[in-house]
């Protein structure tokens, strides 16, 4: 009775099952989550992303995780929520994209392209998905950096923060982001902002 | 005001420098999402040596400023020359959180008390929430505070700050509190407390940067 089951898309077969679970079972098995801090930053010329290092399920399951994943040779995508789901979805979006540009002869993809594609998958799944990503390049038209929540929404700014230490990220580059940054002072505030998300969250 | 709050403040900001507590909060009275009263005291002197500032529903610490003015009128008729300090009325004013909790009819603040602790001669800074959680430190933030004032504090506090630039520092976070709380204002109160001396400034107005290329002409 689950419209998944004849339309496609997630199974939902087990929906009732893990009701019938949550019941009985005091302690749900949960999915793994980052509790993360990711931020990027556009400066003159290009764009900086950052991120934490931590994977935490109900303890710290990695230590040196990476959030920050390839999608082209020009755009990168950091990733916080369920750390497979940012995984799965940079990988779909870096396939497709590669494809395109096989289609296309470019050598570089938009920044626009990977968000596009990305949103139109999370939309898709109705924020099932949990990834909150921020993805980040330079294409030929400019240097972009789009944040997008996990059921599809996109904003186009000059920096941005999410995860669970994404206030205390942002407080530090609301108070010292200009217009025009050098790539070196863009750095060290990214830097700057991942560590207050490390030393005062998580 | 079991429930819910009706009339809010938002967030406070306070730390120590050397030689005082320096306490600061928007003048927004919040009803709901009604910007309503834009000219709400949140920083009141609480006795002689003590600064105290809420957040959270204005009738309740209504409540708590007429306590105030009894503790301090008892404590003027002992004519005893010895007054309630800021870690008394902390203390107090925890226990009175925590009772009011167990009786599930809590008084909806999380309150910083700061000032001169003569018996000590320190500056003492402390906060305590609205079930009695209390507890000291040289920097304080509730509410959203916590999240985007406090990690700025413990970044930029030393032993030996000087009041500019405690007062920078504050001012800092709460300008980063006006951008991305959606519930406050860029017009904000100040107050400072050193020994023997306390001052509620006249409340200023912020200036805050809106104008990034980014903002004006937005790619795409």
Known sequence: EFPSSKYGGFDDSNQLRNMELSKNLSNMPKARQTGTTICGLVFNGGVVLGADTRATGEQVVDKNCKKLHYVAPNIYCAGAGTAADCRMVARSVSSQLELLRLETGQTKSRVVSATTLTRRHLFQHQGMIEAALIIGGVDNVGAYLYPIAPHGSTDSVPFATQGSGMLAAMSVIESRYKDNLTEEEAVQICSDAILAGVFNDL | ?220
Not at chain 2, 126 to 155: C, F, K, Q, S, W
Not at chain 2, 191 to 203: H, N, R, S
Request: glycine content about 8%.
């Open chain 2, 1 to 220: 005001m079991t429930l819910y709050p009706t009339v809010t403040g938002s967030s406070v900001v306070a730390c120590k420098y050397n030689g005082g507590v320096i306490i600061a909060c928007d003048t927004l009275g919040s009803y709901g999402s009604l910007a309503k009263f834009k000219d709400l005291r949140r920083v009141v002197k609480a006795n002689q040596s003590t600064l105290m500032a809420f957040d959270g529903e204005v009738s309740d610490f209504q409540l708590v400023e007429r306590y105030l003015r009894d503790i301090a009128q008892e404590d003027g008729f002992h004519d005893d020359g010895i007054f309630q300090g800021p870690k008394d009325t902390l203390t107090h004013f925890s226990r009175v959180m925590y009772q009011r909790r167990s009786k599930m009819n809590p008084l909806w603040n999380n309150l910083v008390v700061g000032g001169w602790e003569d018996s000590e001669d320190r500056p003492f800074l402390g906060t305590t929430d609205m079930i009695g959680t209390m507890y000291e430190d040289n920097v304080v933030a509730t509410g959203l505070g916590m999240h985007m004032a406090l990690p700025m504090l413990r970044a930029g506090w030393r032993e030996d700050l000087t009041e500019a630039e405690a007062r920078e520092l504050i001012l800092e976070t709460m300008k980063v509190l006006f951008y991305r709380d959606a519930w406050s204002l860029n017009r904000i109160v100040v107050a400072t407390c050193v020994k023997g001396d306390m001052k509620i400034d006249e409340p200023m107005e912020m200036e805050t940067q809106w104008r990034y290329q980014a903002y004006i002409k937005p790619p795409q």
